[in-house]
């Protein structure tokens, strides 16, 4: 297949047009005359993890709260791994961040005096459903911001150890695109599809975090040389069975307690109810054969039915529709939940590149926000559009002295010829692309601490799992593409396995177990108070190298 | 969790192929809309909502609890209509797009 080689320049180039990366762009052409482009894979009016809608505002401080307090909660919630400047920064700027997404026309309940009405301690009420479509129109009134949908970038492009620009391809058209600019921002979301997940046959994309979202971001830094931090801290949802649709709009929203298959509350006998906890105990009840668990929603009003019939279309339309499927909705039954498969996203817990105040990374020219920027767990969404300020405001004064540099013809020949090489095997692989998908999941599943085991692994098992990632890795090379689909998809996998060998050696090197279920290290199970520190690594010379560093506090100012 | 494009509703407009979060809906040999591999399908509604003309049906796999149910949504500038059939009801489900979620 031909491809076309196509090049753009442009003042501040951003890989992702989710929450973040659009709220940077627009926080760019908001204060200052530079050029953007925001490049996606999909499109932008409905791109990432948020396609469906969002169910509620999980990140504000309500009146009783402040930004110290909320640093307070995420460093307890997350057993003290936190980089408490970054979530400072964060909770700061939680409630302008707000304020702005209303004004673009996000709907947020209010109460009579016009206050918004919370759900929770730090969670406000709101209709998520457009959020993707609010935020699109607002970015297409800016002519300073070109958005190009539909282009799956893959690779940064790199001179003298500096981030320059990125290279990807159209996903619907034969071209090839080299895109240069004075500063790049990653913000291409966390990683799904790791681990085999909770329902592998016709529903396995039926998952909790985008499927779409396939660590590409991550993986372009760890080929790049950036220092990622946390990846061991995984995460997994609690969400309701089969559909994996949000939990916290019954839990948080009505107020359900988790009750196990006898009908007895269970959390509390495991510990204080962190957001861990309550998985953990779900999975621990399951596992003693006091399941099923639920969330106990037997005998709602027909009122708060149908109130909760509304919510989920507007966030997972998936669970309205169980519900009338057999007419037992769940006033009639109570909700059954069930862990999911683990995630590595950073809007939730830690993992993600290890980036200064301002969200540069360790790569000049880099900026990392949202779902792959680490240290700061529970940014949700406004904490991904308070980042995406961040980033974006120092952005426009980092460009003032940068100039646009550019790599030689054959270096992007290069890309183009590794791009174009899909297409043009002699031998075609034994495996499709999909089966070898299917194996990594397999092999994460199994020996990397997946639903199977209850998400527990050992050092033996990581042993097998390393051997086993890399066998695949070498199987990748010689996959092939019938069209720019299946192209996707071979890049989409290349970039997973990448995030599994990071993840992998993060697992192995946390030698205690820090959090239940994220990282359960069978051979350490306990919490050890001298782990009370990061895990970083760094992929060098084709290996990756991991080291701690000590924690970060709010008043600290760290500079890389 | 997938849909289903009925083809004789589809009017080829192409909306729904440009808001799939996964890039998973292209046009068949007769111009009409289609998802290429049904199991590849999030289940966000993104394309359900685009097309105007009803054309996309919304349904669970059977292996998460499907039972023959489906339901797709017409718009008008304030509401979204959600039409939910299941076995012998059809239920309409009308959100006023400014409401917030009481939940």
């Not at chain 1, 916290?248 to 307690?257: R, V």
């Not at chain 1, 993992?351 to 990374?361: F, L, M, P, Q």
């Not at chain 1, 108070?529 to 709010?554: A, H, M, P, Q």
């Amino acid at each position: 297949m031909e491809l076309e080689l196509k090049t753009m320049e442009t003042d501040v180039l951003i890989i992702g047009g989710g929450t973040a990366g659009c709220f940077c762009a627009l926080t760019i052409a908001e204060n200052s005359q530079s050029n953007v482009i925001i490049v996606d894979k999909a499109n932008i009016k409905r791109s990432g993890c948020l396609a469906a809608g969002v169910n509620a505002l999980n990140a504000y401080i309500t009146d009783d709260e402040t930004p110290e307090s909320f640093v307070d909660y995420v460093k307890k919630d997350s057993e003290e791994i936190i980089r408490e400047d970054l979530v400072l920064s964060i909770a700061k700027r939680l409630n302008q961040v707000t304020e702005k997404i209303e004004r673009m026309g996000l709907p947020i309940l209010k109460d009579k005096e016009g206050n918004y009405v919370s759900r929770g301690k730090r969670s406000i009420k709101i209709n998520g459903e457009s959020i993707k479509p609010i935020l699109a129109s607002e970015v297409y009134k800016y002519e300073q911001i070109s958005v190009l949908n539909k282009v799956n970038i893959i690779d940064y492009l790199i001179k003298d150890g500096e981030i320059i620009g990125a290279v990807g391809f159209a996903v619907e058209k034969n071209v090839v695109l080299s895109i240069y600019a004075k500063a790049v921002v990653c913000a291409t979301g966390g990683a799904a599809g790791l681990y085999k997940p909770n329902n592998p046959e016709f529903s396995r994309h039926k998952m909790w975090y985008s499927p779409f979202n396939t660590g590409a971001g991550y993986a372009m830094g760890i080929r790049a040389g950036a220092e990622m931090t946390s990846f061991e801290m995984r995460f997994i949802a609690l969400r309701c069975k089969d559909t994996i649709a949000p939990t916290g709009t019954i839990a948080q929203g009505i107020g359900a307690e988790q009750i196990n298959g006898r009908g007895q509350p269970y959390v509390e006998k495991y510990g204080k109810p962190t957001t861990a906890t309550r998985l953990y105990s779900t999975i621990m009840e399951n596992s003693v054969g006091m399941g099923p668990c639920y969330l106990q929603t037997k005998g709602i009003s027909n009122g708060v039915e149908e109130q909760l019939y509304k919510a989920y279309l507007n966030m997972a339309p998936a669970q309205t529709l169980k519900w009338m499927e057999n007419n037992k909705g769940p006033s009639k039954e109570n909700v059954e939940i069930q862990g999911t498969e683990p995630y590595i996203v950073g809007g939730h817990t830690g993992s993600g590149y290890w980036v200064d105040i301002n969200r540069k990374t360790t790569l000049k020219g880099l900026y990392a926000i949202g779902d792959v920027a680490g240290g700061s767990p529970k940014k949700y969404v406004t904490g991904c559009f308070a980042e995406g300020e961040i980033a974006g405001l120092s952005a426009i004064e980092f460009i003032k002295d940068r100039q646009i540099k550019e790599l030689e013809e054959h270096e992007i020949m290069r890309h183009r010829n590794f791009i174009r090489s899909f297409f043009n095997k002699d031998n075609e692989s034994l495996y499709s692309i999909e089966e070898v998908e299917i194996a990594m999941q397999k092999i994460m599943d199994e020996y990397a601490g997946g639903i199977s085991t209850n998400y527990k692994y050992n050092e033996i098992g990581l042993k097998i799992a390393t051997e086993r990632i890399l066998e695949l890795q070498i199987l990748t090379e010689n996959l092939k593409a019938n069209n720019l689909f299946e192209l996707t998809a071979i890049f989409e996998l290349i970039d997973r396995l990448y995030v599994c060998k990071v993840l992998i050696h993060h697992l192995k090197d946390r030698k205690e177990t820090r959090w239940r279920c994220y990282q359960e290290n069978s051979d350490y199970p306990k919490q050890d108070v001298d782990w009370c520190k990061y895990l970083n690594s760094k992929y060098e010379d084709g290996e990756i190298k991991t080291f701690t560093r000590r924690l970060i506090r709010r008043d600290e100012i760290y500079e890389h | 969790m997938s849909i289903k494009i009925l083809q004789h509703k589809c009017i080829s407009c192409g909306k729904c192929k440009d808001a799939c979060p996964g890039n998973l809906l292209g046009f068949n040999e007769n111009e009409k809309a289609a998802i290429q591999h049904p199991k590849d399908c999030w289940g966000c509604t993104a394309c359900v909502k685009e097309c105007n003309v009803g054309a996309i049906r919304y349904y669970l796999g059977s292996d998460i609890g499907g039972n023959g149910g489906y339901l797709f949504t017409t718009q008008t500038d304030e509401y979204i209509n959600w039409h939910i059939v299941t076995k012998g009801d059809k239920k309409l489900i009308k959100i006023l797009k400014i409401e917030s979620n009481e939940y």
